[in-house]
């Protein structure tokens, strides 16, 4: 039975190393998975190491910066804080995004997202815990603002899953549920009132301040430049190749219909710069 097994998959070895090349090319090209905008960003939030060695980088320069502040005679005498985002910051969902991927869809789908957000757990980013232990070793007060937007039960949900994660402060006095608005500041601005806030993070320009809100690509990369001291210190970015407001950039919204129009606008920049050959 093994041998006959062994000769199959011989075979079988044979008769595709015969398939010609331009054959095997152009099944490539038919097959929808393989032309997926998704592909590279997000083979690479499921596989690099890089990836996760950003967040540790960027938890531990937060922390730096928090002892830093402890360490300030010079402080303001109101207590610390932290204000963070939570998807892609403190949360992850790669597994929505292989979701995603693996049924050949290639822009982010809100249906999808709000059954993901009801059905499924978020996991803690990579040494997400440990820094928000960090904090309450140091008695810094952690705040969660975010924009999720699943109807009633959003605030409901996103506490359950932060409880469920033992994240600190899981409590309705350091959660904000967003969800008519993008706008974060007027809610880190009343928490600026009593407290000295002293790190934010985030992976989306627009959890840091709001004149990052911007649809044009040139004028986000110069406001970026104006602020660059900041970043590293009191702005903590982390990575997001898959959505967020540098889409909004490109399309004008969000989240962009998956339609062969916005296909052809994110082809377009891919090529935001491109060599043009001399020879
Ligand atoms: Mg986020």
Request: hydrophobic share 40%; with cysteine.
């Amino acid at each position: 039975m093994r041998t006959r097994q062994l000769w199959v998959v011989v075979l079988c070895g044979w008769l595709s190393a015969c398939v010609p090349v331009q054959e095997s090319r152009n099944a490539l090209n038919a097959d929808p998975d393989l032309s997926n905008n998704l592909l590279y960003a997000l083979a690479w939030k499921q596989t690099a190491a890089e990836y996760e060695a950003l967040y540790y980088q960027g938890f531990n320069m937060a922390r730096l910066h928090l002892m830093q502040a402890l360490d300030d005679a010079d402080r303001t005498g109101r207590p610390l804080a932290v204000i963070s985002d939570l998807d892609d910051t403190l949360l992850m969902a790669r597994d929505y995004w292989g979701h995603l991927v693996e049924t050949d869809h290639d822009f982010f789908d809100d249906a999808r997202w709000d059954r993901w957000v009801t059905e499924a757990q978020a996991i803690a980013s990579p040494g997400a815990l440990e820094f928000l232990e960090f904090c309450v070793e140091n008695g810094v007060e952690v705040f969660y603002v975010t924009n999720r937007d699943q109807g009633d039960k959003t605030f409901d949900l996103v506490l359950n899953s932060l409880q469920t994660l033992g994240f600190p402060y899981a409590d309705a006095d350091h959660l904000t549920v967003l969800r008519e608005s993008s706008n974060k500041e007027p809610a880190q601005n009343l928490i600026r009132e009593k407290y000295e806030v002293v790190v934010m993070l985030g992976d989306n320009l627009n959890d840091f301040s709001r004149q990052f809100y911007l649809t044009d690509v040139a004028a986000r990369l110069a406001v970026v430049e104006g602020e660059k001291n900041r970043f590293g210190a009191e702005f903590i970015l982390f990575p997001n190749p898959t959505d967020g407001h540098w889409l909004r950039a490109i399309f004008g919204e969000s989240e962009p219909a998956p339609t062969a129009a916005n296909r052809q606008i994110m082809r377009k920049a891919a090529m935001h710069r491109t060599w043009q050959p001399e020879s």
